[in-house]
Every structure is written in C-alpha cells, then in structure tokens.
C-alpha cells in the first residue's frame, strides 16, 4: 500500500514552490542592472521587452548585489531539492506513473486538453495524473534543467565556455535563461489556480491522501 503522494514527493513539492517564486523575483531584481537583450552596443532590435525595468513588487533583494545573492542562495536550494526529487522517483520507481509516456499518454493528452476546452464532453480515464498533467510536469522538470544548465553558462561563460555555445553564446543563454523561468513562473501561476479550482488535490499534497495498491 502507498499514498498517492509520498512524503518525499510532498516535501520537495512544498520546497520548490518558494524557491521558484524567489529565484523569478531576484533574476528580475538582476535584470534591471542591465534591462536589455543582446550584447551592449548591438542590443538586439527584434526583443520586444529592450529597457523593461519590473517594478519593485516584482523583485527581491533592492540592488544588483541583493539579486545576485538571494539569486544563487535560492539557486543552490533549487538544484539540491531537485537532486532529492530526481533519486527519489527513479529509485522508488515513481517516474513510471508521474512522466509522460508518449505511447500511454499522448492521446490522453489530447482528449484531456479537448475536454478542458470545451470540443468534448466526457473526460477522459485517468489514474494519478491525465495525460496532459503528465506533459506539464515532464516539460517542468526539462525547463528546470534548462534553467540550471543555462544558469551556469552565463554564471562562467569563460570556465564554462563549451556550455554557453551550446546555447549560442552567452547572450543567448541568457534569453533562454529568462524565457525558461518566465515558462516555469507560468507553470507555478497555472497549478495555483488549478489548486484553487480542485481544492482536494492541496489536502493530498499535505497528507499524501488514502494509499492503494
């Protein structure tokens, strides 16, 4: 018999939901010290969003060095919580009923995502997850590895010259950087509310619910 949530799962749940939010505000608080896209003097004309300053109740830590600080401090939480979650679900065999598999779930996925607006009237069969539950949750975990990967490139992009190139060089690491927590920051912002839409699902997130087979 096993809960629908173990605790390991809770825990790093409940871990990665501050640490998202404060590593989205401090990158932002980072941000204004330089509010632009491309390389200084060649600023590339196509981004939208050149000279955007977020306001203050967007961001932590009141200056660049502030950012930088709560930046990383938050950074580091994330990647060992992540570390925690990713051993847990392959050791425990999680990752079979929690990432999405094409062959099972991709047509899940596309009844559900019928269903949610509205072309079909029945929802489809599921267990833990739909199938549309599963590719929001494996498509998280791939932009959480690509924060880390393109947050290191533009932390050394000199010792870690090879992984900036392959995203580009580092001012494109640095726009994947923003895009992919801009991603993640939209995922978090869409399961608050779904939480809010299917209250149940936040008592099982605290007490891992009724176990079952």
Do not use: C
């Not at 607006?117 to 539950?133: E, H, M, S, T």
């Not at 699902?201 to 605290?206: K, Q």
């Amino acid at each position: 018999m096993r809960k629908p949530q173990p605790w390991p799962i809770r825990v790093t749940h409940w871990v990665s939901a501050p640490a998202l939010f404060l590593m989205a505000m401090s990158g932002l608080q980072i941000l204004v010290a330089y509010p632009f896209m491309g390389p200084q003097g060649a600023q590339w004309s196509w981004w939208p969003l050149q000279g955007w300053e977020p306001p203050a109740w967007m961001r932590v830590g009141d200056w660049l060095g502030g950012g930088r600080a709560w930046h990383f401090a938050v950074a580091w939480l994330f990647v060992g919580n992540g570390v925690v979650y990713a051993a847990y679900v392959v050791a425990s065999g999680e990752w079979r009923r929690r990432l999405f598999w094409p062959p099972r779930d991709a047509r899940n996925a596309v009844r559900q995502f019928a269903y949610y607006v509205r072309l079909v009237k029945n929802q489809p069969p599921a267990d833990l997850y739909n199938g549309l539950q599963r590719l929001t949750y494996s498509g998280a975990i791939v932009l959480g590895l690509l924060q880390v990967l393109t947050g290191l490139a533009i932390w050394k992009p000199v010792q870690l010259e090879s992984l900036a190139l392959l995203f580009g060089g580092y001012d494109s690491a640095r726009l994947i950087h923003f895009l992919a927590m801009a991603l993640l920051f939209g995922f978090a912002v869409t399961h608050v509310v779904m939480v809010v839409l299917h209250p149940r699902t936040l008592e099982t997130m605290i007490n891992g619910g009724k176990p079952h087979e």
